[in-house]
């Protein structure tokens, strides 16, 4: 449906810079993006093997207000139409959060319109929202991306209780390992989503840590040291290594776990609706197995477009728009916190009841 703008529409600006992506986006009315542009960092960090904190602020620096000026040009807005600015605050590399905090303290001051300061968290939860604005609450959000993989009960009044998390790796940070051990690049995600499709998921089997009833923790670091006793050994046997069947057995273990526990966790708390979001639910087989068991058990599912799904700064003024209607604006000291903490209760917390990691090996199926 195509939005109407009144005076009394409220238009955020959102600007995302925690690590090597600038983004900015502009969002309105019930949440929908009216422009949502990025510029990767990829170029500048490749060589390194890794994002260098002071090349990253630098380059955001070189990029935030000719991309912050674009994303207001293509919504077809002026300055003057702006209610907010939405800031991600943290946590992310505090070098890199300076810079988008301070650029939006400075052009909020500027044009005397409110700043918003969103955790990065809750700006991948309100990706959720974006363009269907009615998926019902309370539900279970599943936040699984290259630093998290934190399992939430959300309520109505936007508060939300941690139900499991991971206590290692992240299933973003797993994709990610395996991606370099198998040779495909950074990032690692999309590589191997790519790499599975052509592969047989059941031709190599991984270790389901934690898949039982009841548990709603996670653990990929013992998945990840499978894979690398399994290339070992193949190269040890002289056997050439299956990459295509290893990316999609690796991607199917990952898989099975994380939507195991979402839905386990939806009927522990006994609500009929379900969102995932984060960088790992852009991948194609999570996306596809969680609407397969959402369809069977007739659960509501949210999952973002997939440009949405990975960094933005739609989700942050998403976030900010939501924060905007609450009335919740941010003072004028408010700074970038590299540590900032998600404010959730953990009510609902279960933890592994042995303590004990196991390793168990990937073995041909
Ligand atoms: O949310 P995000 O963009 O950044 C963080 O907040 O961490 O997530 C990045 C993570 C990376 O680990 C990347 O490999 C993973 O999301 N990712 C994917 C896919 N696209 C991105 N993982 C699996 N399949 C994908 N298609
Ligand atoms: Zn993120």
């Not at 728009?321 to 279960?350: C, K």
Request: aromatic share 6%; glycine share 10%.
């Amino acid at each position: 449906m195509p939005l109407m703008m009144t005076s009394s529409t409220p238009v955020i600006l959102g600007i995302e810079t925690s690590c090597d992506e600038t983004a900015a986006a502009i969002v309105a009315g019930t949440g929908q993006v009216l422009s949502s542009i990025l510029t990767s960092q990829h170029d500048v960090h490749a060589k390194y093997g890794g994002v260098v904190p002071e090349l990253a602020a630098r380059r955001h620096i070189e990029t935030i207000e000719v991309l912050t000026r674009e994303a207001v040009e293509r919504a077809g807005l002026h300055w003057r139409d702006l209610h907010a600015i939405a800031a991600t605050r943290g946590p992310g590399l505090a070098g890199a959060l300076l810079v988008g905090v301070s650029y939006g303290k400075a052009l909020a001051y500027a044009l005397r319109i409110p700043l918003i300061g969103i955790h990065h968290l809750e700006g991948h939860v309100a990706s959720a929202w974006i363009n269907r604005p009615d998926f019902p609450v309370p539900c279970v959000v599943l936040v699984v991306s290259g630093g998290h993989t934190h399992l939430y009960l959300a309520s109505p009044d936007d508060r939300f209780e941690l139900l499991g998390h991971t206590l290692d790796d992240a299933a973003g940070e797993a994709f990610d390992k395996a991606a370099t051990m198998l040779g495909l690049g950074f990032p690692g995600g999309p590589a191997i989503d790519r790499m599975a499709r052509t592969g047989n998921p059941h031709a190599v089997r991984f270790p389901r840590p934690y898949a039982k009833p009841g548990n709603l923790d996670f653990s990929f670091s013992g998945i990840k040291t499978s894979l690398r006793y399994y290339l070992r050994d193949l190269q040890q046997a002289g056997h050439p290594v299956p990459v295509a069947d290893i990316a999609a057995g690796f991607q199917e273990a990952i898989v099975d776990v994380l939507v195991t526990k979402t839905f386990d966790a939806a009927r522990r708390c006994g609500v009929r609706a379900v969102a995932v979001v984060g960088g790992v639910s852009a991948n194609s087989r999570l996306r596809a197995r969680l609407a397969q068991r959402a369809q069977t058990e007739g659960l509501h599912l949210a999952l973002p477009d997939p440009l949405y799904c990975t960094d933005n700064a739609a989700m942050i003024a998403a976030a900010g728009l939501r924060a905007y209607r609450r009335g919740q604006i941010s003072s004028w000291d408010m700074e970038a916190e590299a540590g900032l903490v998600f404010p959730a209760t953990s009510r609902l917390r279960v933890r592994s009841t042995s303590g004990k990691r196991r390793t168990s090996r990937a073995q041909p199926a």
